[in-house]
């Protein structure tokens, strides 16, 4: 078949290469090309291009996160300079940097800083995903990208059919999927959804475990850019737009509030139905791609004293499992935030973990292993651990509380810190940062 052709021809171009082709091109088919940068370091190098220094990082980022093709991003500046990026838009087919929620201690809180009146919907928690589509050569096209901007329309061929049922042209809609009971009607924990995320036996997965894809703004539609429309003129779009498709399909509920104690009472409605909490949205904000913000504030589930939301955590290294954990292979691994380019240490974690947990940690951190300390971290001597693991991994802890720390190198610490989850669909990159972290240290006090 196709499949033996591919690799017969594959066999033949390998055999004609020296080594160290063969190890480059082979990453090609799988997209890791692995090269040791990333699209940051590519879009500084273009300030530094224009402007002989990074001054116009964020003009070119801003571009960029509206439109993530670093090849057509890095023609333009090339071609006309900063002036090129002026006519930068999305475009069905190339992701958008999603936008992002910030976080706040309560709802009094919320609404200072948000607004007097505000949309409240609910959180999801399943995948988050960029659903694009377009028409072309007189066939509807669909494309559904992660949160990651990766294209993962062929894991999930039971919603690109739902969403070929809405009546439009071109559209590109933010939404979340998650897994739902057939039976209850009620929602699937993260770690149930996840399983969707599969290259294989697809259609049987898609049976067994129906998604539901929760549509909740749109960012474009029929040729013309979204992106700054008001939040409350894009919300009326979005339901002329969507209206009433498919059960696979809902937009999202939302109520418009301007008081603390409905924003309490929905996110306890929320919680009940074991979604994640409240989303709270300012109705004059533009789209902010790629950027966190305080035009969408997360309200979570918060225990007294604790914190009001999980953080995600880079994995750096891993130290052996001894006693009952020398059959694991790990017994605790040192994770660490984002700070600037660099990652920076925050716990050394060794409980809080099932023994299944501790398998896969290993699992997963086996394949990542690398002699040298990556040059992206900052690790205190003492903290350094038996085995480094490169770059990839991202983990979701939830901790006690946030504390200083003169062992570990951002500075804080996490107390009782135990893993909830590993976050495959985050890339290093979407870890928390150290100014994110600085802001829940700070929310404690107050």
Same mark, same amino acid.
């Given at each position: 078949?196709?499949?033996?052709?591919?690799?017969?021809?594959?066999?033949?171009?390998?055999?004609?290469?020296?080594?160290?082709?063969?190890?480059?091109?082979?990453?090609? %088919?799988?997209?890791?090309?692995?090269?040791?940068?990333?699209?940051?370091?590519?879009?500084?190098?273009?300030?530094?291009?224009?402007?002989?220094?990074?001054?116009?990082?964020? =003009?070119?980022?801003?571009?960029?996160?509206?439109?993530?093709?670093?090849? /057509?991003?890095?023609?333009?500046?090339?071609?006309?300079?900063?002036?090129?990026?002026?006519?930068?838009?999305?475009?069905?087919?190339?992701?958008?940097?999603?936008?992002?929620?910030?976080?706040?201690?309560?709802?009094? /809180?919320?609404?200072?800083?948000?607004?007097?009146?505000?949309?409240?919907?609910?959180?999801?928690?399943?995948?988050?995903?960029?659903?694009?589509?377009?028409?072309?050569?007189?066939?509807?096209?669909?494309? *559904?990208?992660?949160?990651?901007?990766?294209?993962?329309?062929?894991?999930?061929?039971?919603?690109?059919?739902?969403? /070929?049922?809405?009546?439009?042209?071109?559209?590109?809609?933010?939404?979340?999927?998650?897994?739902?009971?057939?039976?209850?009607?009620?929602?699937?924990?993260?770690?149930?959804?996840?399983?969707?995320?599969?290259?294989?036996?697809?259609?049987?997965?898609?049976?067994?475990?129906?998604?539901?894809?929760?549509?909740?703004?749109?960012?474009?539609? !029929?040729?013309?850019? #979204?992106?700054?429309?008001?939040?409350?003129?894009?919300?009326?779009?979005?339901?002329?737009?969507?209206?009433?498709?498919?059960?696979?399909?809902?937009?999202?509920?939302?109520?418009?509030? !301007?008081?603390?104690?409905?924003?309490?009472?929905?996110?306890?409605?929320?919680?009940?139905?074991?979604?994640?909490?409240? #989303?709270?949205?300012?109705?004059?904000?533009?789209?902010?791609?790629?950027?966190?913000?305080?035009?969408?504030?997360?309200?979570?589930?918060?225990?007294?004293?604790? =914190?009001?939301?999980?953080?995600?955590? =880079?994995?750096?290294?891993?130290?052996?499992?001894?006693?009952?954990?020398?059959?694991?292979?790990?017994?605790?691994?040192?994770?660490?935030?984002?700070?600037?380019?660099?990652?920076?240490?925050?716990?050394?974690?060794?409980?809080?973990?099932? !023994?299944?947990?501790?398998?896969?940690?290993?699992?997963?951190?086996?394949?990542?292993?690398?002699?040298?300390?990556?040059?992206?971290?900052?690790?205190?001597?003492?903290?350094?651990? !038996?085995?480094?693991?490169?770059?990839?991994?991202?983990?979701?802890?939830?901790?006690?509380?946030?504390?200083?720390?003169?062992?570990?190198?951002?500075?804080?610490?996490?107390?009782?810190?135990?893993? *909830?989850?590993?976050?495959?669909?985050?890339? %290093?990159?979407?870890?928390?940062?150290?100014?994110?972290?600085?802001?829940?240290?700070?929310?404690?006090?107050?």
């Amino acid at each position: 078949g196709s499949q033996e052709r591919k690799i017969a021809k594959t066999a033949e171009l390998f055999s004609s290469l020296d080594p160290l082709s063969v190890k480059f091109v082979a990453r090609i %088919p799988v997209g890791k090309l692995r090269l040791g940068f990333s699209d940051m370091t590519i879009l500084d190098a273009l300030s530094v291009m224009v402007k002989g220094d990074k001054s116009a990082r964020p =003009l070119v980022e801003g571009a960029f996160n509206v439109s993530v093709d670093i090849g /057509k991003i890095a023609k333009r500046v090339k071609d006309r300079g900063l002036s090129g990026l002026k006519g930068v838009a999305p475009e069905p087919g190339t992701p958008i940097r999603p936008s992002l929620a910030e976080r706040l201690p309560s709802a009094e /809180k919320i609404l200072e800083k948000v607004g007097n009146k505000v949309a409240v919907e609910p959180k999801y928690d399943g995948f988050r995903t960029m659903v694009n589509i377009w028409v072309e050569a007189g066939e509807k096209k669909v494309m *559904i990208f992660s949160r990651n901007l990766e294209n993962t329309t062929q894991m999930f061929p039971d919603l690109v059919e739902a969403v /070929k049922k809405i009546k439009v042209k071109s559209a590109i809609f933010d939404a979340e999927a998650i897994g739902f009971d057939v039976k209850t009607g009620r929602f699937l924990p993260f770690q149930e959804t996840v399983q969707r995320k599969r290259k294989h036996d697809i259609e049987e997965i898609a049976k067994k475990l129906p998604l539901k894809l929760f549509i909740f703004d749109i960012l474009y539609k !029929d040729g013309k850019s #979204l992106l700054n429309t008001p939040f409350g003129e894009r919300r009326k779009i979005l339901e002329r737009t969507v209206g009433k498709v498919d059960g696979k399909i809902e937009l999202t509920r939302q109520e418009i509030v !301007d008081s603390p104690e409905e924003i309490k009472r929905l996110q306890k409605e929320y919680l009940s139905e074991g979604l994640e909490g409240a #989303l709270i949205k300012k109705i004059e904000a533009t789209y902010k791609a790629g950027a966190r913000g305080y035009h969408w504030v997360k309200y979570k589930k918060t225990t007294e004293g604790g =914190l009001t939301d999980t953080i995600d955590c =880079l994995v750096m290294g891993i130290n052996k499992g001894k006693g009952k954990r020398a059959g694991f292979g790990a017994g605790a691994f040192l994770v660490g935030v984002k700070s600037g380019e660099k990652f920076k240490t925050v716990s050394k974690i060794g409980t809080g973990l099932t !023994d299944e947990q501790w398998r896969e940690l290993n699992e997963k951190s086996k394949k990542l292993q690398v002699k040298e300390k990556p040059k992206e971290y900052e690790v205190d001597k003492n903290q350094e651990p !038996d085995t480094w693991v490169k770059p990839s991994l991202v983990v979701e802890i939830l901790a006690d509380e946030v504390t200083r720390s003169p062992i570990h190198t951002a500075g804080l610490a996490l107390r009782f810190p135990r893993l *909830i989850r590993f976050r495959d669909e985050k890339n %290093p990159e979407q870890s928390t940062s150290l100014a994110e972290l600085t802001k829940l240290f700070e929310m404690q006090k107050r």
